[in-house]
């Protein structure tokens, strides 16, 4: 390498450099040599008698301005260009040129490439101050690119050196898999987030008081009855149907428990099926339509297991006995049961699906073997859900834009079914608790449905014949004392009250920071702005320790706050202090104001939810 590379590395990327030094490559089949033109490029050797150029052979410059000339119409102003592949480079420097004011990250699959040219030519002339990131794929720091796309608030735009798609396919094809799952889930969080940040806290206030008054399922003596027992978990999908007649028999036997998840109460309701118990956790304020054929039978002795985030209009209108369990989405219980939950007991981590949560908490209490029916996990006969499940707001069967848009996945023969990306969020979500609770035995029953990786096949009526062969007490009573003392309520009442009145007075100090910040930036005073930026640290340092934005505000707005973070987190490299102040300022102006919205709407709730709860 280049001394001046070295010199480069060790004061820009210290740790890349020193991931460097513990990998090293022979570079013997990467070859740079001179083009027609003058320019060096790099000839690979793939095979023996094969070679493949990264550049142009003829001319690497003039294809560099082509390469940009292509992308030149899909990058504005805000657009954070990310470039897969470096090679000489050629293509970065045209890109700095055409477009000097917008960042960019470098990414080198081939450590070998990376090593050929920082021997022949100085890093300087690609890095300039808008380079944010520079990865090279060195066997410990393979994905560490992926943050990228997950947590930049800017438009991220690739290009890629087009000669790596013929000479490295099988690593440009992972590249593009592995993206492409970022951007997913990054869009699928951010839908998720925007839709449910505000009703996650709000149902977690106003489902308190049936928390109180209900039993814990893991966190009582109840629990104990389903160790070593098992339990079915029936589900929604379309081949429930098919199952209706084996489910009756072992209800009428009482050969397992039978836990309705989700929808699926309304499919054994009209086969007249009476599960266990019914599981729910949706926080949507339609969560309670799920349940509006049992309430209009009058059926109000059939356990209703909720997580403590549910809708709050479904616990409001079901009468009958009712448990619960805490989710992560709970902040309410987290912040005034703290100290009467165990945290790696009680809580039961938000999942894709109610299935999927219900698996979490049939595992944490032994039961054995769990067994899915209905879990189809993909299209059947042209249908989502099983007959019996039908909504307004909700098509039961595939319209021609689902079609358009399904994927693949393997079924439980071995064949290519379509799915959707929900379903295959459900899929991952069980593979990772079945890998993870591996040594209990698990059976996927669902004929036709998406094979589980860790949940083997076997049929149902199979399942009755070898397993299910000894008749089981079903009965699960739901009327057991609370599980928490309500003393100390009232405290941590208090405390919090304090707590946002802090959280005012830092939000007034806030605003007076900005304003500095802002006559700073208009007058270029460096000194002042370099202090102005560390009292900000401290002040945001302070926010996120106050208790109520740290356990209530925060999510409340989390939407926002996840855009703050990620803006400060790429200003952390800006080493212009007015540039930096600047956007500070306009970012934390919008974020002050999101603060004081959110904020009204949550202190109108709490006291009306909180008050009316005694010790």
């Not at 949940?455 to 299910?468: A, D, N």
Request: glycine fraction near 4%; charge should be neutral.
């Amino acid at each position: 390498m280049l001394i001046d590379n070295t010199l480069f590395l060790r004061n820009r990327f210290p740790q890349l450099r020193k991931t460097m030094l513990e990998n090293e490559y022979n570079i013997a089949d990467f070859q740079v040599i001179d083009s027609k033109s003058g320019p060096k490029t790099i000839q690979v050797e793939i095979e023996s008698d094969k070679q493949r150029m990264i550049h142009s052979m003829y001319d690497p410059v003039r294809e560099a301005e082509r390469i940009i000339a292509s992308h030149a119409d899909t990058i504005t102003e805000d657009t954070h260009v990310f470039f897969y592949g470096i090679g000489m480079g050629y293509h970065v420097e045209r890109f700095i040129s055409q477009f000097p004011g917008n960042s960019y990250s470098l990414f080198e699959p081939v450590p070998e490439i990376f090593s050929a040219m920082t021997a022949n030519k100085l890093l300087q002339e690609m890095a300039t101050e808008n380079l944010k990131a520079l990865y090279i794929d060195y066997p410990n720091n393979t994905d560490a690119y992926i943050h990228e796309f997950q947590r930049n608030n800017k438009a991220i735009h690739i290009i890629m050196l087009p000669s790596y798609e013929t000479v490295f396919p099988e690593q440009t094809k992972k590249f593009r898999k592995k993206i492409k799952q970022a951007i997913l889930d990054r869009r699928t969080n951010l839908y998720t987030n925007v839709n449910y940040q505000k009703r996650w806290i709000k149902n977690s206030f106003l489902n308190f008081e049936h928390v109180l008054q209900t039993p814990n399922l893991l966190h009582d003596d109840i629990g104990k009855q389903f160790e070593g027992k098992p339990a079915i978990i029936v589900s929604a999908g379309p081949s429930l149907k098919e199952e209706i007649d084996n489910i009756r028999y072992i209800k009428e036997h009482n050969l397992a428990y039978i836990f309705s998840v989700g929808s699926a109460i309304n499919s054994l309701l009209e086969f007249d099926i009476l599960p266990d118990a019914v599981f729910t956790y949706d926080p949507s304020e339609t969560n309670q339509n799920v349940f509006k054929k049992m309430i209009e039978k009058g059926i109000e002795d059939i356990p209703m297991v909720f997580g403590s985030s549910v809708g709050y209009e479904t616990l409001q209108k079901y009468k009958g006995p009712k448990m619960h369990f805490i989710t992560t989405q709970d902040r309410t219980s987290f912040y005034f049961l703290e100290d009467q939950l165990n945290v790696e007991k009680d809580l039961i981590l938000d999942a894709p699906s109610i299935a999927v949560m219900t698996f979490q908490i049939l595992n944490k209490l032994g039961a054995s073997p769990i067994i899915f029916a209905g879990q189809n996990l993909g299209y059947l006969h042209n249908r989502l859900y099983s007959e019996g499940v039908t909504y307004d707001h909700i098509q039961s069967t595939i319209g021609k834009e689902q079609l358009e848009h399904a994927i693949t996945t393997l079924d439980v023969y071995g064949n290519e079914i379509k799915t959707n990306v929900g379903f295959n969020k459900m899929r991952e979500g069980i593979e990772s608790f079945a890998d993870y609770y591996k040594a209990t035995r698990f059976i996927n029953t669902t004929k036709g449905g998406a094979a589980i990786k860790g949940v083997p096949f076997q049929p149902l009526e199979e399942v009755i014949q070898s397993l299910l062969d000894k008749p089981l007490d079903t009965k699960i009573d739901a009327k057991l004392v609370p599980s928490y003392e309500k003393k100390g309520i009232q405290k941590k009442y208090t405390e919090l009250q304090k707590s946002i009145q802090s959280f005012h007075a830092l939000l007034k100090r806030f605003e007076g920071l900005i304003v500095q910040i802002k006559t700073s930036t208009a007058k270029k005073q460096r000194v002042e702005m370099q202090k102005h930026l560390q009292s900000f640290d401290s002040l945001y340092a302070e926010m996120v320790k106050n208790t109520y934005f740290n356990y209530f505000l925060s999510y409340f707005i989390r939407v926002h706050v996840t855009f703050l973070s990620n803006e400060i987190n790429e200003l952390n490299g800006e080493r212009d202090f007015l540039i930096k102040g600047k956007r500070i300022a306009a970012t934390f102006a919008t974020f002050l104001q999101q603060c004081k919205n959110g904020s009204r709407e949550l202190e109108d709730l709490i006291p009306s939810v909180i008050e009316g709860i005694q010790d």
